[in-house]
């Protein structure tokens, strides 16, 4: 996964209208644009208290202009961000979890009863197409709705049975780290802000988050809803500001750290937090793999892989980059799929009704462009897409299949992060297997068969974080009671379920001793009190006891 992004000023108005007049549909135009939607006066309603002396701004790339002027934060007011959110964690950890669950369903209906708004802001932020915007939505009431019923059972402490039974009493306690520093990317700004402060804040911790410069306006939307949700203002805390300068300033003063991006930056925070002896969660990147067994039902395998593949322009963590096909059913597979791909409407428009938006900037746009470029070059056949669409908006990119992509093609091995798939054939399903586990990432799979215990035997022995038998990966990544994360240089730790809300909590054991000590009493000797403990730890493990 990219964490930072170029925006480069296109022709004109932003629209050229040189351009492939073939290919791909193209969504009607809507009325409103990014203006419309960035106000001054809704800039300076989300940016009110966030901490920031300089100035810096982003850019809507759906035309490429600048959207909005906001605060840039030095790394003498990270410093400040972090005093500032720990005084207020040291109240909101003292409060209960019910009453910090109690903000969580609250934020949960202000973003389903305000969501226009927030898809917007999204759209314009990203590009991408609204039903896309709507997903982050989605799994944020999932996420608020799960965390806020059961955040206080999580938290809840734990009995134990303790060191000698009936003497010794043991409770488990769960408390808060403090002051958690979390960088947040820019293809998913909703879940990927939201989603890791939501059990951050349940645990009672304080929160400084770092998002992208160029989609900062949702993160600040978000918290927002917050506040009004009941959250203290202070809690959270939003730094903005270049990702080199900004993020280890974050990384340096946090109690914790929570990541998402690239794995070459992800090494680098992890190394930041191990030198301070500071834990950290990260996701990071893919090169996911959806596959086709041969008793697959074709035409739903076909649907499901434009949803793996080209959500979002394909810059999704969790997105597929390589179809694997059983050989004997890859033909028909493949023209189901490329003419469903064709079909894809593309737009700019803030409305439902595009298929697929834009990327989200130059860099993106020359890491496809090139990817594809060389492996046309190489001998590998576009099935699919294939071309830049200036004619729609200046970061728009056909999606794409590739066919006959080899190795050293550096979209064989790289993840590009845009709309485009490369078709892989496979024999059997240890082949299938071996192809789907080649590689240095592990985050997401799918798997396509109508006979789902045959996929599942599959989907155990594919190294992957999270697998999706008959789905793209909406299943698993909504299925919020359940861990989601990466193997390999995908990543390290969990979000969702136990472990996305317990990794912000520090375990403590508080042990209670009654009425004898952990020593020689009553008059026994050392050695007498050596015999009664292993007759006590022989009829311990004889009773069964754990």
Known sequence: MTDSLERSTPPADGRPTDGPTDGNPVAPATARGPKDVVTPDLVARLTRG????GRTANHTPLTGEKLADLPETTVEEVAEAFARARKAQRAWGATSARQRAAVLLRFHDLVLSRQAEVLDLIQVETGKARKHAHEEVQVVAMAARHYGRRGPAYLRPKRHTGAIP????????????????????????????????????????????KPDTETALTALWAREQFIEAGLPPELWQIVIGEGPVVGPAVVEHADYVSFTGSTRTGREVAQRAAARLVGASLELGGKNAL???????????????????????????ISVERLLVDESVADAFVEKFVARTKEIRLGTGLAYGAGMGSLVGERQLATVTRHVDEAREKGATVLAGGRHRPDIGPYMYEPTILDGVEAPMAVCTEETFGPVVSVYRFRDEEEAIERANSTDYGLNASVWS????????????????????????????????????????????????SEGILKYTEAQTVSTQRLLPMAPSLGMTDEGYATFLNVSLKAMKALRMR
């Open 450 to 497: 109508k006979d789902t215990r045959r996929a599942a035997r599959v989907a155990v022995r594919l190294r992957s974080g999270t697998v999706n038998v008959n789905e793209a990966y909406a299943a698993a990544y909504g299925s919020v009671q359940s861990p989601m994360g990466g193997m390999k240089d995908s990543g390290l730790g969990r979000r969702h379920g």
């Open 166 to 209: 009936t003497l010794t009493k043991t409770v488990e306690l769960r408390q808060p780290r403090g002051v958690v520093g979390q960088i947040a990317p820019w293809n998913y700004p909703l879940e990927l802000s939201v989603g890791d402060a939501l059990p951050g804040l349940m645990a009672g911790n304080a929160l400084v988050m």
């Open 291 to 317: 596959l086709v067994l041969r008793d697959a039902d074709l035409d739903k395998a076909a649907d499901g892989a434009v949803r793996a593949c080209f959500a979002s322009a394909g810059q999704l963590c």
């Open 50 to 53: 966030v901490i920031g002396s």
